[in-house]
Every structure is written in C-alpha cells, then in structure tokens.
C-alpha cells in the first residue's frame, strides 16, 4: 500500500544542527529535503526512519551566491531554479540541461539539487511497492524489505540479485541527471557534520555500489555544491536517454565538457556518464587532448567512451539497445560542442533537453 | 427557451465540468459513511495453482479485522457476465488461474491495519503447469478450457471457397500481425463502496455499467432484484476497464461489509489495478489479402487469435467485434474469417475502447498498406478503388443502406494532407539519419451492439417531470468523462426547446434509472440518446396538452415556458415520466447460428494519415502529423466530439508507441504509472482532427456512435509509416525503438509474399 508509515518529524534551522540531530539518532534517521525521492521510497516500503529530519527551514541551504569564481549553490536549490539560474553562463549548459531535463515540471519545483546528488540508485526489481517485492522474496539491496543501510554499510550479503543472480553485489542504476553534468562541470560540494565540514569533488561523492551508494557519513549534510565558472571557451552539453521526454529517468545520459583551442584542438576534457552503473561513471579523456574533434576522433571515442558501460536489465529499455543509444549520445554531444549545427545532429539533439522543438 | 449555442450543434460547457474543476465532484473515494471499514483484498502469487489453505498469522491482532473467504460467498461464488467461470474469491481446495487473483479479503478500521492484515494472511498453493503464449494454449498440453483451451470460436464466410479465390488471384499478400496488452490507465483507480441497510445492499462506485453489477451481485448475493442497489459514484475515467471488473470489486465490498456489519470500501491502488484489472487483448492475426492487377480485392483469408487470460469475461464479444471488422470497410467478394479466443494464465483480458476492432484493423491495414506497394499503387488511390459505397454488401452479407462515409473521410485527410501542417508542431531535424515516412488506414466502427444486441437488450429511457417539478432524464448510462450527462442534457434540451440547465441528468442508479445498457460499444449517444430524444419530446407534447387542459390561452406565452409547466404539473398530478425502449429500425436481420446479417444498425468511418521521423541511431519514432478524419453521423456537442477523438488517437498513438504490458510467468512487471507508461503532452503531435457528419436516419439528430472508432486505425497507420521511412516490415505493436531496431536487424522485408 502506497502510504508513509508514520515517523516523529523535525526541521531545524541550520545545517549543523540537522546533522547533529541525525547522528545522534543513529540509522533510524533520514534527511528530508523536497521529498521527491525519499517519500515514494518510503511508500514502496524501502526504508522505514523513525525520525525525519527535514532541510526546509534551513534557509541558507536556498541560497545561491554567484562569484568571480564561479557559482554557490545551496543543496535546497530546486532543480527548476538551477535550471534557469541567472549566474549560469551557455558554459554552463550542462547543468541548466540535466536539471532542465529531470522527471517533471512539479517534481523540479519541489525536488532539490542536493537532494538529486543523494538520490537513491533505481532498479525495476527493487523500486516496487513492497508486496510486489515480498513476492519475489526482496532481493540484495533489501534483503528483509526495508533498505538496511547499516547492513548494507557493513557490506553484509544476503539474498538475491535478480539482474545477475550468482552475483554478490547489487547493480541499481545512478539515476540523477544532475551528478554526471556536475562532474563534468568540474563541481565540488561541501558537506558538514556536526564536527565541521569538508569539501570534496562530486565525482567522489559516490561509489558503485547499488546498496550504498553515497560515500557521506550518516549524520553528514551536503550544503552546498560548488560550480566552477567556465570561460567561453568552454563548450559543455548534457545528452538523456529516456522513452518519453518528461517523467521518465535516464537510461543512459552523457556529460560533456571541452575547452576548445582557437584552432579546434581540445585543451581540456572532463566527460561522466549517467544511467548506466551505480555510480555516475568519470570517463577517461586523455585521448581527446590535443585532438580536432573530427569525426574519426568522435567515433573512437563514443567507443571507448561506453566501453566501461555495463548496462544490464533493470531499467526501462533493453541492455543492447542502451549501450548502442548511448554511443550514439556521446558521439552527438561531441558534436554538439565542437559546433555541428542543430540540423546536422539529428533527433539526438533533442535527446539533450528531450524536448523537440517547436517549428 | 433553450438559446442557439447551447442546441445540438453546439457546445455549451460541460454540465459536469464546474464541479469536476473545482473538486466538488465526489469519487467514490470522497465518500465516507460513518463506520466505514478499508477493505483489501488478498491475492494470489502463482499464475496458476491448486490453493490448499489459507493460514493467518496466530500471532497478528484480528480482533477489529473482519476476514472473509469463499466460504462466506452466500449466492453463488461467480462473477456472472457470459460464462459463469471466474469465482469472487477462489475457494481453498479450487484452481488459482492467473497472478493476482482474490483469494481472500481483509477491513478494518485503518489503511494501514487492513494492510497488515493482509500481509498476514499466507497461501498454501500446490502450483501446476501454467501457459503464458498463444502457441501453448493451442497445443494445449496444459488444459486450462475444454479439451482445446479455445473460450470462443466465431467464423464469417462470404463467396466461393477462399483458397480457390486465392489461387486465381494476381497478388497474394501474406502477413503476420502481432499487438501487445495495453492498460486503460484510468485517472481514478477502481473502487467500490458497499453498505447494507437491513437486508438490502447498497454498492456505490466507480463504474460504466451499472446494471452489469446489479445482474453480477444478485447471483453472489443470493438477492432478488430490488434488494441489490448499484450507484454510479462520480467516475474518473473507464476506456472499457470499468465494464466487467467493478463487479468482482463490487462483489467484494458487499462480502466484507455484510461480515463486518458495517460500510466497506474497498479503492483499488495502482499498482492492484494494473496487476489484476483486464486490459486489452495481446493477439495475433494472419491474413491473406488477394488483388487483381488493377487493384481490385478479390479475396481476404483471416484467422485471429486472442489471448483471452484465465477466464472469460467478455472476450467472446470482444472477439465477436474484431472478427465482423476483421475484412476491413472493402469490397471484397470472397472472405473467411475464422476467430478463436484462448485461455491462457494471464490475468483475464477484456474490454479496451475499441474492443477487438484494434488488433484487426491493424491487420487489414497492413495488409492494404503491403498490397498496395506489391502492386505499384499508390495507397490512397488502391483504397479509392475498394472501400465501401452505399448499397454495398459487407462480409456478413449486411447491405448498408445510407449513412456510408468511407469515401467522404479520407477525401477530407487527403485535402488536409494539401494544407501546410500546423504551427508550433513539433519535428525532428532534416537530418541524413532521419528518415521519413508517411502511413495512411481507413476503417469503420459498428455503432451499437453487434447483431440481435440492442434488440435481446432492449434499453430503456426516461424523461420526467420528477416530483419537484424539475425536468430530468433518467438512464443508465454512464458518464466516466466522456460526456454523456452533457449530451444526453443536450438532446433533451433542444427536444423540450428549454436551456441545458433546466435539464437535469438523474444520477445512474438502478432503483432510479431505467436499463439502458451497458454503456459500452459506442452506443450511448446513438442508441440511449435516441431514446431521450423520443422520450422528451413525449413529455413535451404531454406538458403542452397539459397546458391546453389548464385554460391558457394559445396566446399565452406561460405555454411556451416549459420548466413552469413542469412544475404545475408536479404540483397538480405529481410524477410524469416517459419511458422509452429500442426498437430496432425496421428491416434489420442478424443469425447468431451462421454469423450471418446485418452485424451493425450503422457504422462510424474513418481515414488516419500519420507522417513519422525515424531517428536511425536510437530507433525512436517521432508523430510529426496527425490527420484524422471521424464520421460521427452529426456532433450533438463538436467539443466533446472532438475531444473524444484527440484522446482516442492520442491513446492509440500510444498502443502504437509506447504502451506495453510486461508479464512474466504470469504477473505484470510493469503496474505503476512510472513503469507502464503512456505519453505525455510532450509525445502528443498537433492533433488535426477533422469531423465528417453523414447523419444516420434512425439516430438523435442523425448522430452515431464515437467512442471507440479513433482507437481503431491510428496504430496501422503509425506502422506503415515506420515501414515507408525504412523499408523494413513493421508487423507488431508497439513499435518500442528496441522493437524497430529488432526488425531492421533481421531486416525482414516487408511487401508481397
Ligand atoms: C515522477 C518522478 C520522476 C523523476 N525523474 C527524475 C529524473 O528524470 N532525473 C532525476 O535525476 N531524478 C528524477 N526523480 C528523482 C527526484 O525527484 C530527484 O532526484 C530530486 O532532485 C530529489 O531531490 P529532493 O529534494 O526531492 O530529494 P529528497 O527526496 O528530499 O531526498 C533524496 C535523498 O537525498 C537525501 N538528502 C536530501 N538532501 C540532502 C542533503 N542536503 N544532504 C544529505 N542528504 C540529503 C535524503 O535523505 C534522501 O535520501 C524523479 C522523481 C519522481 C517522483
Ligand atoms: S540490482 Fe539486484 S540487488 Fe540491486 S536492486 Fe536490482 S535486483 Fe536488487
């Protein structure tokens, strides 16, 4: 039955004291910001917190700050707000396109840039109401039903994979649009516990591992995410593989940033894919340095791009299908930002904010 | 007097709209009698198995939960509708047929204490064999349905022997068609409420028919006619889900609310709804179509098979309708078609808008879509030369007489296709690795019941002056969005010459309504609307000889102020109704025995143009243009009309793209809306829907059927598209990009067998 079990709520007025309040209360205790991911997670029956720490009040958290050095966004940014931020600049685009681009016109006026880069991963086994589960005997990611994380933190196996059954890990899928635009970004988040804070990149902020896949400590509350300002001659772009062009999650998603030489050679490349491990994948971008993007390079390195993809069966869409649409996505958004005209990138353009344009 | 924007023709705003916008319309949901108890159902894990007990929890409090099993069925344990085979609950020591079956219901006081109960209820299940395709079922090692696991078998023939037509044709065009299970996806979840007062029951709901419940729960109830009560609650949406269905969850509600001793709600989730409700049909079709050089058809060969699941339900009518359709709105002297529905241990399919003309015109078209290319024709012109004329005979032998618009509406696609497409649609880049294509279906709808239906029916309806004076029509037709409260006000108005708000639409239940029928098979308007039309014209020639007998003068214009008289009336003599049956119009012959006759009073027409761009490097498919031309015999209300058939295409489109059921062994994967998707806003092209009124004699106001015709033709022509922009064979439903991609892999080519 899709209800919240009841949990005591509290919202306290700074980042500190929710992080305190979470600690203290030990695995029992989630933090709450739009709600947007954690609430239907409680429905399915995925976790059951005694107690809900909720971020709302925590004004500094809505702040965004705009420097010479870039962008400070709070963690309580919403996703729309990101989306058309003022500060950010068509370097930027990446991050206006993914948060752009995620679920729905309501859910981006609720769910927040934080809350995006601690989202949950997704599997079609495992995001299910919790009958539908019982009735396949769970599976690894909650054995007993409920997410343990506690368990799971201990790196304790029991139960099944249902998409590699045999195996010992789980592979839901990281499914925020926002992490792999912000890795490519070069972004940096801070987080603070009740001891202080500390900064690092958000291509650190997780691992692949579809149990846990947030390398925070409980108790730890992400407060701001660092956007770094990119000069003009930097051309970044985010691509999303998805059926329909709203609600739905990505199945596949590219990140891109170059900074393009006068003379089109790349000077600097930052790459991550999304939708396709448990953890936003960094991809290795060596091989373009010093490169023209022209289509031989583009081609080899789409390929080399998902070669590290292992898109199995637990989203919507066949595995085959994802990994050869995700080629295809790379090669396109590499296109995209060596400055192929709309017209010569196809319907993949599109895929970027999955919105065709009007005629 | 009623005022000439609010006449047949017009569209006056809904009648319901004010309350439905501003969220005063009560779902049964809304509703919430004192004591209410939640009640849930328990329900099966196995496709197919032999239940062997039901144990519950020793150490769960049952104290405030009322539990009720098979045992406690006082009727008969059916769901009665054709065949009497699906149980309300199945009995410990019977046959689990399907995944989530009822087994067994829990209320209680809370949501979240009736869920617990449930969970605390086990099934000790002895599983059997189970069959989940449409090969299995005909091999029928495992028999789930006589000896041959066939539910229904109907067969049409016309002309000579069909092979022999064959062998002297030009051209033979071979094809195997192939279409999914598609979900209603109804805003609101189904749910019943269920109260007794004494020794009668009284079940309020979201539902189409309510005296489909009122026949079903007699039986389980053990009950005479008049103590069984069903209401239709405000209804959020039906597409054919709430046809047979609400009276499982109706029979439910009653069970619980009879043991508890109080008021019972059983509301469907969504994930319940998905996992257990009927959907459409999955089916298969062969089909031969042959031609002569020039274009002509000569012979159509057709077998259909559709995957009827555990029990059933409507399927036979479901099948019915697609075989009548099956040879499409063509001249065609020699036909065979031959329908089987199988028994398979899917959750049982049923009726879906369009009941089972769909997966047939999907075929036909195709296959005319083939033919033409195998011929060198061009599609529209091979279409010209073969669709139906008035005076021409169909495949069951029926001549149609009047009201035929096959020609009319593609004429109107055609000069619409001239026109620039509208602004602000949305296209895909011109792109060397965007392809493009155009597709193009005709096609027609019965309106009604098929064959002796309305006549071994026999709906009624009433217009009254009710007690307190107000003019009202009573029928038993729904509204689920659609529209009919307003239609049927409409008609009723323009026949009484008073304003729609001086009409009011009685509230569907069966102890204040007549039986019109179910509201089903595009025959509300025509059918039920006609008898309105009649009905209120009666009661005004009553209310105006009325005023003749009162003494006002023939000048006077009190005679020409209805409402007033109404109301004198009721003041003077009380009720005044006027009742009204269907009778068929003279002349029409069905043979239930040969399937032979006129399968339809009248048919609806249509012509589908669909321009795609196929993105070649993911496979998607995108609806840049959308013609539709739909003949509805006249609009009583263009912006309900209209809006039936934006839907209709847009739910088409989506059978056509989009909407697919998963099951595996037997249990949907995909039940939530965030899996079993449907398009958005965002997928829907620029609908350009054209409106062809042929008007039909014997219809209100020369109005015919529209429901259901839209769903019918859109999905051929979206797959005929795909196959023009890729020269590949595009023989299945839904063209998902992983299906497309499939298919240009093993590149079969499409055309001439
Ligand atoms: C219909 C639908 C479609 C969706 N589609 C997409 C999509 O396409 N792409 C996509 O990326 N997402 C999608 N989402 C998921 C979700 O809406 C977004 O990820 C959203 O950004 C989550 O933000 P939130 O504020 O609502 O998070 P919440 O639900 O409040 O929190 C999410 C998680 O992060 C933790 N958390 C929140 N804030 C902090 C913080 N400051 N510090 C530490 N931990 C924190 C919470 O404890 C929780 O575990 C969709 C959701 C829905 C309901
Ligand atoms: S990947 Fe395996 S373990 Fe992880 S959620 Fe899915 S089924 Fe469970």
Redesign the interface.
Known sequence: MMRCPPFRYLAPETAAEAARLVAAHGPGAALLAGGTDLLPRLKRGQAAPDLVVGLTRVAALRRARAGADGLELGAGVTLAATARHAALTPAHRALALAAGGAATPHVRNMGTLGGNLCADTRCGYYDQPRPWREAIGFCLKAPAGCAEPAAARAGEVAGTCWVAPGGRRCWAVASSDAAPALIALGAEVTVCSGEGSRRLAVAALHRDDGRAPLLLAPGEVLTTIHVPALGPAWRTTYWKLRRRGSFDFPVGAVALAVRLAASGEVLEARAALGGVASRPLVVETDALLGRRLDDEAVGAFAEAAVAPARPLDNTDYQPAWRRRALREAVAGALREVRGDPPEALGVLARAAARVLPRA | MIGLGERVGASPPRVDGAAKVTGAARYVDDLQPPGCLVG?TVRS?VAHGVLRALERDPGFDWSDVTFVTAADVPGRNVVTLIEDDQPVLVPVGGTIRHHDEAVALVAAPT??KA?AAR?AVRLVVDPLPAIFTLDDALRAEVKLHGQDNVFKRFEVTRGDDVERALAACDVVVEGVYETGAQEQMYIEPQGMLAAWEGDTCHVTGSLQCPYYVHKALKVTLGLPAERVVITQAVTGGGFGGKEEYPSMIGAHAALLARAAGRPVKVVY???EDVAATTKRHPSRVRHRLGLAKDGRMLAADVDVLFDGGAYATLTQVVLSRGVLHAAGPYRIPTVRIVGRALATNHPPHGAFRGFGAPQTTFAYERQTAKAARALGMDPVALRRLNLYRDGDVTATGQTLRGSVAAHPTLDRVVAQLEQP?P????????????KRGRGVATYFHGSGFTGSGEERLKGQATVAVAADGVLEVRAGSTDMGQGATTTFAQIAATALDVHVSQVRVAQPSTDKVPDSGPTVASRTCMIVGGLVDQAARAVRSKLEAFAAEVGLAADDPARGDLPALARRWAAARGELAETHTYRPPAGIRWDDQTYRGDAYPVFGWAACAVDV?V?T????V?VERCVHAVDVGKAINPTIVQGQIDGGTVQALGWAL?ESVQYREG?V????M??C?I?????APELETLLVEEPYAHGPFGAKGVGEIPMDGPGAAVASAVEDALGVAMDELPL???VV?RRVRAGRAGGAA
Not at chain 2, 679 to 683: D, H, L, N, R, Y
């Open positions: 849930r894990r949501k979240e869920e969970a989730e969504r994930d497409p602004a602000g649609r949305r296209t895909l880049p011109q792109a060397p690795h965007v761009a993105d490097d993911t496979w998607e995108v989009w249990k994967l995909n039940d939530r965030t899996n998707i398009p958005t806003a965002i997928e998902l990009p992983e991609h």
